[in-house]
């Protein structure tokens, strides 16, 4: 089969010449022909690799989300984390970040009816040197846990609940970074009667940890 440039150009003794002109046109619709397919075959490529460095940037997280109690009584408080795994060679920054350039990494939630957040704390991240930076850079690397306070109020739906949340950042190798993204994880939790009676689960995530606490807005 004929390539690309085969069908574009036309070989006389050897040497490439443009399609002669015919009686309808002359060269310049087969010239526009000709540029318009490489516009688009440009535009096609370049499309396909923004397209696989999205994905590649949303494969580098695997959130998981934990509730702290089993069910969540009416008036109490309770706890929700986001467990992160990062894909080994790569960074995200930290909550915090070290430069005003970086963007932040925020988990976001989409609350039901009666379920009101009191503060997220986010961990403070390390300090790392990277070949793009003349600085260190303070980032998330290997995992990490977000943990949200959180409160069911007298009102709160009884039954099974969802808690929609959504993880930003922006994830970076020794080298360079990938374009941001947002990766979606679900937190299902009980709400129950105010006397009922309730049990801690995931003890080994909920474990105290070293940590900075931010307003809620945040």
Partial sequence: MASFHQKALRYSGGRASLPAPN??????????????????IVVGISASAQEGA??????????QAYVSLQPVPRGRSFEV??????????HINAHEPSEEYLIPTKVTAALPAG???????YPRGVMRAFRFSK???????????????????GAAPLGSQKIGLTVGYQACNQDSCL????????????????????HAVHTDVFAPAPAIRFPSHN
Avoid: H
């Fill in 135 to 153: 600085t260190p850079l303070r980032v998330y690397e290997n995992f990490f846990t977000i943990r949200m306070k959180l409160r069911a109020d």
């Fill in 81 to 90: 984390a986001v467990v992160a795994k990062i894909s080994p060679g790569f």
């Fill in 179 to 198: 374009p941001p993204a947002k990766l979606p994880v679900t937190a299902d939790l009980e709400i129950a009667a105010v006397d009922a009676p309730a």
């Fill in 54 to 63: 999205i994905a590649r940037a949303a494969s580098v997280l695997q959130p």
């Fill in 115 to 121: 379920v009101l957040l009191v503060e997220t704390t």
């Fill in 23 to 40: 009686r309808r046109g002359g060269r310049a619709p087969r010239l526009a022909v000709f540029f318009a397919g490489f516009v688009l």
